[in-house]
């Protein structure tokens, strides 16, 4: 940001009422897509029939310059956000992430995290605690190899994953929140298994239902392990009660254990949705602009930064679309959205 946009932003932001959306959403979250590339091939997100070989992916090109990605953050927190979550794809397979981390890491007051699948975390965590990162999110659908190389479909054996979260917790990056996506018939077997493991080891597991996101994965509602359901099955052996939301735009149900083993998380997108506190954008690689998971297009955001626009005009552009906003695909999912032709996850960004 050039000194002179810094102050124009300022005085800017000093008349700017918090930027509300149409719904009376506040902006308050950004995930960043640092890439579309990812190592893995999970059956619900980058299906192999889809995401072969001839897969055209993003040109390096294409994709926001760190310094690129640092304005437009730095843009966002004017407006409002204090919240950002690097993702992708596979946000470690970006060259040199390291650094990025440490261009955002400086902005004051940022909650900065980022989610990953784990497997490169073993080697990495440390340089990611040593670039300013404080919070890290693994994905880990099982503790069976089996069923872990069935849904990553590319054999990366569970073992490496837990390494990585324990590499994370040495290195600072913890409490660790665990990601689990269910999808009925391959692994709600694990459900019990992965509360027991990471029970009392003051790691979160976070239950997700499984999403339509995208147009590739052949979502079903039938494929879907309601929330209720993850929590019953942990409860009959292990009893859990009610924990308040920590802060409002919380997209996970709090429980925790009632013998003081730590606590769990539901995030239940699609039978209990959440988008009435939905304060979160995003960001693909390229630099599209997206206000909500399930949108159908985004807005150039990059063609913006590399055609000159000054901070105060990106963020104006940002601010409008925000206003606008009525985005609430969760709460009326049908029949009708179902066959909508929606972005990637690997794309926009989980
Ligand atoms: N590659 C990283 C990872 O897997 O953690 C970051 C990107 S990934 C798209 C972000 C999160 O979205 C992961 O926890 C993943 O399990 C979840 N996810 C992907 N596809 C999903 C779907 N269809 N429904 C629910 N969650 C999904
Ligand atoms: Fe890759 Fe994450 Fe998607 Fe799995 S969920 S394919 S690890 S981007
Ligand atoms: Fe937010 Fe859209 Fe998800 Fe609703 S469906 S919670 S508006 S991202």
Redesign the pocket.
């Known amino acids: 940001m050039n000194p002179a946009d810094g102050l124009r932003l300022r005085s800017w932001q000093d008349e700017l009422m918090a930027v509300i959306d149409a719904l009376g959403r506040p902006l308050g979250d950004l995930r960043i897509s640092v890439t579309d590339r ?5 059956v ?3 299906p192999k029939e889809v ?1 072969g070989r001839d897969y055209e992916f993003l040109d390096r090109a294409e994709l926001l310059t760190f310094e690129e990605i640092e304005r437009v953050a730095r843009i966002f927190v004017a407006l409002g956000v204090s919240k950002i979550r690097l ?4 946000p470690l397979v970006r060259r040199d992430i390291e650094r990025l981390i440490e261009m955002l890491a400086a902005i004051d007051g940022l909650d900065l995290a980022l ?3 784990g ?1 490169m975390l073993a080697t990495r965590a440390r340089g990611l605690g040593e670039a300013g990162l404080r919070r890290v999110t693994v ?1 880990l659908d099982s503790l069976d190899d089996d069923v872990f190389k069935a849904m ?1 479909d590319v054999d990366f054996p569970v073992g490496r994953v837990l390494g990585g979260i324990e590499a994370a917790a040495v290195a600072g990056l913890g409490p660790v929140k665990i990601n689990m ?1 269910l999808k009925r018939g391959l692994n709600e077997n694990s459900i019990l298994p992965m509360a027991r493991y990471f029970h009392g080891t003051g790691h979160i597991v976070r239950f997700i239902e499984y999403m339509d996101v995208g147009s590739t994965n052949g979502w079903r509602l039938d494929d879907i392990v309601p929330a209720r359901e993850v929590v019953a099955t942990i409860d009959a052996e292990m009893p859990l009660e009610p924990v308040d939301p920590n802060y409002r735009g919380e997209v996970a149900n709090r429980y925790r254990y009632k013998d003081g083993g730590g606590e769990i998380g539901v995030i239940a997108s699609v039978t209990q949705p959440f988008c009435a506190n939905c304060t979160r954008a995003r960001i693909s690689a390229e630099g599209k602009l997206y206000t909500c998971l399930f949108a159908t297009r985004g807005h150039d955001l990059r063609e913006l930064v590399r055609g000159g626009a000054p901070d105060h005009e990106i963020a104006d552009v940002i601010a409008s679309l925000w206003k606008v906003r009525e985005d609430r695909y969760s709460e009326i999912r049908s029949s009708e959205t179902a066959g909508l032709e929606k972005i990637e ?2 794309y926009i960004g ?1």
Request: hydrophobic share 20%.
């Open positions: 990812c190592n893995f091939r999970c619900y997100c980058m995401f993702t992708g794809g596979e989610t990953t699948n497997s994905s990553n996506v996850m690997s989980g």
